[in-house]
């Protein structure tokens, strides 16, 4: 059974820097590519990156392009999303997932956890 679970989810100021992690179990992270999503207070979950499973092919939404980076390391069986500049429209709940491809990246979900960013 596959678990993500994520971590470093925090109250930041805008214009700071936060890092969330993803420790994924049950399955082999190398087989695997791997998101972000996130959801915002009465919004839908939006796409926010993808990683491919080597880490050579990333994929971010217009709105974090630039400020955010994703990566994973396949020994330690973790994915990072480092955000940079934060905004308040930053602020939601993010979840780790991961899928067959980054075309499919949503096919398991985390808990999530919470960022949210004060003007």
């Known amino acids: 059974q596959v678990q993500l679970v994520e971590s470093g989810g925090r109250s930041v100021q805008a214009g700071d820097s936060l890092m969330l992690s993803c420790a994924a179990s049950?399955?082999?992270?190398?087989?695997?590519?791997m998101g972000w999503f996130r959801q915002a207070p009465g919004k839908e979950r939006e796409f926010v990156a993808a990683?491919?499973?080597?880490?050579?092919?990333?994929y971010y939404a217009d709105s974090v392009k630039g400020r955010f980076t994703m990566s994973r390391n396949n020994a330690e069986n973790t994915v990072a999303l480092q955000m940079n500049t934060l905004k308040p429209e930053d602020t939601a709940v993010y979840f780790c997932?991961?899928?067959?491809?980054?075309?499919?990246?949503?096919?398991?979900w985390g808990q999530g956890t919470q960022v949210t960013v004060s003007s």
């Open positions: 997932t991961m899928g067959g491809d980054c075309a499919y990246v949503d096919e398991h």
């Open positions: 049950g399955r082999t992270l190398s087989n695997y590519a």
């Open positions: 990683v491919n499973w080597d880490g050579r092919s990333t």
